[in-house]
């Protein structure tokens, strides 16, 4: 896969806006905007290295907590596997191959709302949905 840090989309930037930009920060974000297959933390490591041979492990734990907590990525956790990473963040549930491992973005169906699938007690707001799914892909 190509890296070249050139051709990324930072139209939607804005989601990025009130943190500070390290550049570890940086690097960690554009791994996870160039190839949006949903990496684990230590996925993310490998490639930021290519680019920038001094970053550790940590700094990376340390630069996707910072993202994750500013909202600019998603954290997606599947069952007895490490979290990963996604910078979609439309409404979108997450489909895993069970054979592969892949993880695919799921979008909701147009007009659709996460809330319409749940009959919610008055009184409840819900600040988190996560949908995962697993199954096979066949093609
Ligand atoms: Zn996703």
Do not use: W
Not at 40 to 54: D, F, H, I, L, Q
Not at 64 to 84: I, K, M, P, T
Not at 93 to 100: L, P, R, V
């Amino acid at each position: 896969m190509n890296h070249n840090i050139t051709d990324f989309d930072h139209s939607d930037d804005s989601k990025l806006e009130g943190l500070r930009m390290t550049r570890q920060r940086r690097e960690v974000y554009d791994v996870l905007m160039s190839l949006r297959d949903h990496p684990t933390a230590s996925e993310v490591y490998e490639r930021a290295k290519a680019n920038m041979p001094g970053i550790s492990l940590a700094t990376v734990y340390n630069c996707l907590e910072a993202l994750v907590d500013h909202g600019a990525v998603r954290q997606v956790h599947f069952e007895r596997e490490s979290s990963r990473y996604c910078p979609n963040l439309t409404a979108h549930g997450h489909f895993q191959d069970e054979q592969s491992g892949t993880v695919i973005d799921v979008p909701l169906k147009k007009g659709a709302s996460l809330g319409d699938f749940l009959d919610l007690p008055a009184g409840v707001q819900v600040n988190n949905i996560e949908i995962n799914l697993t199954g096979k892909i066949s093609n």
